[in-house]
């Protein structure tokens, strides 16, 4: 049986690298092979389910480690051997009737290399083969010596050091290590990989003093971690935890920054390579084996599925539920249980949940909330439940943090403290001199993730939308559009106008993607020379064509061939645009486009009848297109990849009914939206929105799953399209030109910083808070303002920020919410705010969303509703025999 798990559960946990950061996988990876490499990564992706074949493991890592035993063999000699290995093509094989002496001396290098590999393990082997006789490596030990004992690799054995080999000998070599002997030699790779794999983690447990774990039977579900620390932080806090039959589900509290994501991420760490048969960052471990692992830390929505944050945590539950509910022994960790929900319903979720899995003594559950009061109710339903926090001291007026489990339910609440002591309202407050209006428009790289904007391979991004185009150059261009949006309005309306001529005359691009490509590859080789070096290298050309058959001047024929018809086919395409209307808007570029086609010197060429060219022709052309006007090709070069962003961004305008914004001064202080929506969705609902300067602030409320993400992606997009002066899904569009756009919508935790997500929450509200006393004039989206945090510390610090962000009338903010009760005090503080919710309509019995915005604050709560309808509950209960026996106290 194979251990499940998935990506959610190793993204968690960085078990392979993210970008800018050091994986579990690096560290492990000390490898001299790449073969190896590849191994230890196919290890780590596969753990094991069995407590014997993990424990045999242990051993040969042990083994491995007490005896100090190092890689024996050159790394760097393995990708010559590999390289040689893997060419098969019966075509390269060496024979006595004749080679080129390149390839013959490229296989005696090779051969060489592999003999001196297979010497080396050899004499390795038959050192270790008594030594290692009883231990599990032992086996593996008599399997290598017998492959290398075969009598097919006699002959390789008997000849090594005898000095220099014959020509034939090599031929021979060659024939059995490439051909016949080819399986052969890939098994012994193989073990020279496994045996490459186990020195480096062996290498690791000794450098960073890990320590082994022991399986127990899957049937015991018991788990004993003393000294668990996260193998990934510089100063880590150790940690000790035991859970049994009795007391298999961790409640876990504790305040904001106390360590709980890091704690639940240490020991998931520790299970998940213990699983492996690695050594692990504790100073002991025994655990029974489960069939599976599943982690929910850092959990994103998914807009592509429409599920909200909060559907997609009650969709991550299911999925453990129906695994759970299919008799399987899991190690299941959940960080904030419902944290995307009303307080009601994430009260009322996390003990319905809990209460189910309490009836699953064969797994073991490790669950952290911010909703203290669950534990209370908890504590008298569920006798196998044991509650644990991180405690919170205070220092001077300022938290200090532990990082040492502790038995019991916190009750420390420091969120505003942090928010305080972070200068965030004292920031947002402080008043400076208007600036100067910056030159180019800011999005950092949290709102360019939000709103998945950018990225040519990135599953539905909105930069994949818009690149239906002919050149990489285009894309390059349409890249650096994206990357630079603009902030003057009459640069923004003249790049609109552009696109809308081309959209209004259904323009199409006159040539293929190949044709520009060969254009490109041909005068890549242009240098400005002059005739005579020309004619001089393309006669040397013609010369090695008839004497060695090189194909060099008939791929500078094709090239010139191809790059003609290119610039015959925009001749004509710039003749026809110049005779439709409202050209003016594109005039400048057409004029300069016109000017470089239309040079006597190249109208010669492109005037010529269709005729195969003599010699002199061709030298002639090149020079003219390579050489003489080189400059002139590369400014055309770069108008055809600017004309292929304009035709293909307005045909994908045209298709999908998008319009084209107008762009007002900052002065106006105004955002007009009319039927936008979301530009990646078939079905999306539009919704209409009015800030001014009197009404700047949106103050954004409804249950899950109503679309309030959506909403808000919706607006962040159209506004960052809008500022490049592209077309946005909307029926119509003003908008006051601003300095940036940011926004806070999937922000997770920073381990490699010490983070907590209610502490990447604060510094991103810090952020933004820096970006407006800066500039003044942005455009700001926070969806559910401190989610991550209690629901007194969330209530006050979302009243506070919200209310110094009102103070800035030079900016839109749109701010959601599950804590509606913030909204009457709003109200009553603020003059600015606009309310709006979107509603949910009950139809029998069951939610149902219109996604049109609503004037007003929800009173909506359906999260249990949505938990119920899911059938959770009952999914987890489902082959429970055991249950009504466990839950009563």
């Known amino acids: 049986m194979s251990f499940i798990t998935d990506k959610q559960t190793i993204d968690d946990l960085n078990i392979f690298a993210k970008s800018g950061s050091d994986s ?16 230890l990564e196919e290890l780590f992706r596969n753990p094991l389910s069995d407590e014997k074949a993990i424990n045999e493991r242990v051993a040969v890592l042990k083994y491995f480690r007490e005896n100090k035993i190092t ?8 990708e010559e051997a590999e390289r040689y290995l893997a060419n098969t093509d019966p075509r390269s094989r060496l024979s006595n009737q004749g080679f080129s002496m390149a390839d013959f001396k490229a296989a005696t290098q090779s051969v060489m290399a592999l003999m001196e590999i297979l010497q080396g393990l050899k004499v390795f082997m038959q050192n270790l083969h008594s030594k290692a006789a009883n231990n599990p490596y032992g086996t593996e030990v008599t399997e290598v010596l017998a492959l290398l004992n075969s009598r097919e690799l006699e002959l390789i054995f008997t000849d090594h050091g005898k000095g220099k080999i014959s020509s034939g000998k090599i031929v021979e070599y060659d024939n059995i290590l490439r051909f016949q002997q080819h399986a052969l030699l890939e098994k012994i790779l193989q073990h020279i990989y496994h045996l490459d794999v186990y020195c480096s983690i062996a290498r690791v447990a000794e450098e960073r003093g890990y320590h082994f774990a022991t399986a127990l039977k899957r049937d015991a579900n018991r788990l004993q971690l003393q000294g668990v620390y996260h193998p990934l932080l510089h100063k880590p806090v150790a ?53 599976g692992m599943y982690t929910t830390i850092n959990l994103p929505d998914n807009l592509a599925m429409g599920a909200s944050h909060f559907y997609a945590e009650v969709l991550r539950v299911k999925k453990v539920a129906v695994e759970l509910g299919a008799g399987k022994n899991l190690f299941v960790v959940f960080d904030e249980l419902f944290r995307g929900t009303n307080v009601k319903d994430a009260y009322e979720g996390t003990i319905s949940i809990m209460e189910a ?29 044991i509650f644990r926090y991180l405690p919170t001291r205070m220092e001077n007026g300022k938290p200090v943090y532990t990082y040492t489990l502790t038995e019991g339910i916190t009750d420390d609440r420091h969120g505003m403290i942090i928010i305080n002591n972070e200068g965030v309202l004292e920031l947002i407050s402080h008043e400076k001199e208007a600036k100067k209006i910056q030159d180019t428009f800011t999005a950092d790289k949290q709102t360019i993730e939000d709103l998945n904007l950018q990225g040519k391979f990135k599953q539905q991004s909105i930069y994949s939308l818009f690149n239906h185009l002919q050149t990489r150059g285009g894309e390059k261009e349409l890249e650096g559009m994206f990357a630079r949006p603009l902030n003057a309005p009459e640069q923004i309306n003249q790049r609109s106008s552009v696109f809308a001529f081309f959209q209004q005359h259904g323009v199409i691009f006159p040539v293929i993607r190949s044709q520009v490509e060969s254009m490109e590859d041909y005068l890549s080789g242009g240098a400005g020379a002059a005739l005579p070096a020309v004619a001089w290298g393309i006669f040397a050309k013609k010369f090695k064509q008839a004497l060695f058959h090189n194909a060099e001047l008939l791929q500078l024929q094709a090239g010139q061939s191809v790059t003609i018809e290119v610039l015959q086919a925009f001749r004509d395409f710039f003749k026809e645009l110049s005779g439709k209307g409202q050209v003016s808007v594109y005039q400048k570029k057409l004029d300069i486009a016109q ?42 070069l770069k108008l055809i990849y600017e004309l292929d962003v304009f035709v293909g961004v307005a045909a994908v305008a045209a298709k999908e009914g998008f319009v084209y914004a107008k762009a007002l001064p900052a002065a106006q202080m105004l955002l007009d939206m009319e039927g936008f929506r979301h530009p990646g969705l078939k079905k999306g609902v539009s919704n209409t929105l009015h800030l001014t300067r009197d009404r700047n602030v949106l103050f954004l409320t409804g249950a899950n799953m109503a679309g309030k993400s959506t909403f808000m992606k919706s607006m962040g997009i159209a506004v960052y399209l809008a500022h490049m002066g592209f077309p946005i899904a909307a029926k119509r569009m003003e908008f006051s030109v601003k300095d940036g756009l940011f926004s806070s919508i999937n922000v997770s935790d920073n381990l490699d910083m010490g983070y907590s997500h209610f502490y990447a929450e604060v510094l991103r509200t810090k ?3 820096q970006a407006v006393n800066e500039s003044l004039n942005l455009y700001v989206l926070f969806d559910e303002l401190f989610k991550g945090t209690n629901v007194k510390d969330a209530y006050d610090a979302t009243l506070a920020v919200t209310r110094a962000f009102a103070e800035n009338r030079n900016s839109f903010f749109v701010i959601s919410t599950h804590i509606i009760e913030v909204g009457e005090a709003l109200g009553k ?36 509703i949505i938990i119920e309808n899911e059938k959770i509950v009952e999914i987890i209960q489902a082959n429970d025999p055991l249950r009504p026996n466990l839950n009563q106290h």
Request: proline share 4%; aromatic share 10%.
């Open 767 to 769: 952020t933004v808070a």
């Open 595 to 636: 000017r470089i086609i239309q040079d006597s010197r190249l109208q010669q060429i492109l005037n010529r009848p269709e005729e195969q060219l003599s010699l002199m022709q061709l030298i002639r052309n090149d020079y003219v297109i390579r050489h003489a006007m080189i400059e002139e090709m590369e400014i055309l």
């Open 71 to 78: 890689f024996p063999l050159q790394g760097n000699r393995f």
């Open 24 to 39: 579990i996988y690096h560290i492990f990876n000390k490898t001299y092979t790449q073969g190896a490499a590849s191994l």
């Open 239 to 291: 940690n000790s935890l035991e859970m049994t039959p009795d007391s298999n589900i961790v409640f876990l509290t504790g305040a904001n920054m106390g360590g709980k994501s890091t704690f639940m991420k240490s020991l998931s760490i520790a299970m998940y390579l213990a699983h492996l048969g690695f050594p692990i960052a504790a100073r002991h471990m025994e655990f029974s084996v489960c069939d």
């Open 829 to 864: 503080a603020c003059q600015n705010l606009q309310f709006s919710f979107l509603p949910t309509v009950m139809k029998d019995g069951l939610p149902t969303y219109p996604y049109t915005l609503t004037t007003g604050i929800t009173s909506d709560r359906q999260g249990m």
């Open 357 to 385: 899995f309490a009836g699953k003594p064969h797994s073991l559950f490790v669950i952290s909330t911010h909703i203290m009061e669950a534990g209370e109710v908890l504590q008298q339903k569920c006798r196998n439940m």
